[in-house]
């Protein structure tokens, strides 16, 4: 059964900060794995897909990468910001699965300025 | 385009009492979905949709039951709510998951969410 999982669950650092969000998944049988993020009271952003044959995505100041056969990815965040504190949250998208998504619980990230 | 929205965004229940959660999307999504969120625990999948009038069970489907009977509508019903389905809930949808050369999409839009408390 695939799980993913997320570690740490929480994180804070000082504004203007490089860092690492990790996520790891015990199945390597994925199609895709997706970052979103998550705001207080609002739904789920998606961030970054990336597909299982790609070793990294880059969007602005994110960065996030696969390493499939290890069963991790990271998401870069470069120059953090206040505005960058939420929850960050990754999915991966099983191949015995035609509709599901499974989740980690989620890194709460908070920027201090 | 309002994307996916849910109704009501709060709600406070007693033990039993029964209600409805609305989630409707303009996007013309075949697939819909209802996850709820719980304190240190991914998003977990109760019931989903691939059409209009088709509703199937998810990770966590007891307690609840669900209809589509318009493809821009799902609606998620507590027939008597207990105190352990008190939790976020969010409604998502999606096209089918397709495939382009090596690369598969399947983005999911989500709501706002409904917070739910039962009492």
């Known amino acids: 059964k695939q799980e993913v999982t997320q570690i740490p669950a929480a994180l804070s650092v000082p504004e203007g900060e490089n860092l690492v969000l990790n996520c790891s998944f015990t199945?390597?049988?994925?199609?895709?794995l997706q970052w979103f993020r998550q705001d207080p009271g609002k739904g789920l952003t998606s961030l970054l897909l990336?597909?299982?044959s790609q070793r990294e995505q880059t969007s602005g100041r994110l960065n996030a990468s696969l390493d499939k056969s290890s069963g991790r990815s990271t998401l870069y965040i470069a120059a953090s910001q206040p505005g960058d504190s939420a929850t960050y949250l990754c999915?991966?998208?099983?191949?015995?699965?035609?509709?599901?998504?499974?989740w980690g619980a989620g890194t709460k990230l908070i920027i201090k300025p | 385009n309002a994307g996916v929205t849910q109704t009501p965004k709060f709600r406070v229940l007693k033990t039993g009492q029964s209600m409805t959660l609305l989630c409707a999307q303009d996007?013309?999504?075949?697939?819909m979905y209802w996850y709820r969120q719980d304190p240190g625990m991914g998003l977990r999948l109760i019931h989903y949709?691939?059409?209009?009038?088709?509703?199937a069970k998810g990770e966590v489907p007891d307690g609840y039951n669900v209809s589509r009977l318009k493809k821009q509508n799902f609606l998620l019903g507590l027939e008597s709510a207990a105190p352990s389905q008190t939790s976020v809930y969010f409604c998502a949808s999606s096209f089918p998951r397709r495939t382009s050369g090596r690369a598969t999409y399947n983005e999911q839009f989500f709501g706002p969410g409904t917070r739910l408390t039962v009492l």
């Open positions: 990336i597909q299982s």
């Open positions: 996007m013309n999504h075949e697939y």
């Open positions: 199945d390597s049988a994925i199609y895709n």
């Open positions: 999915a991966v998208s099983p191949k015995d699965s035609n509709y599901q998504l499974i």
């Open positions: 949709s691939v059409g209009e009038g088709t509703t």
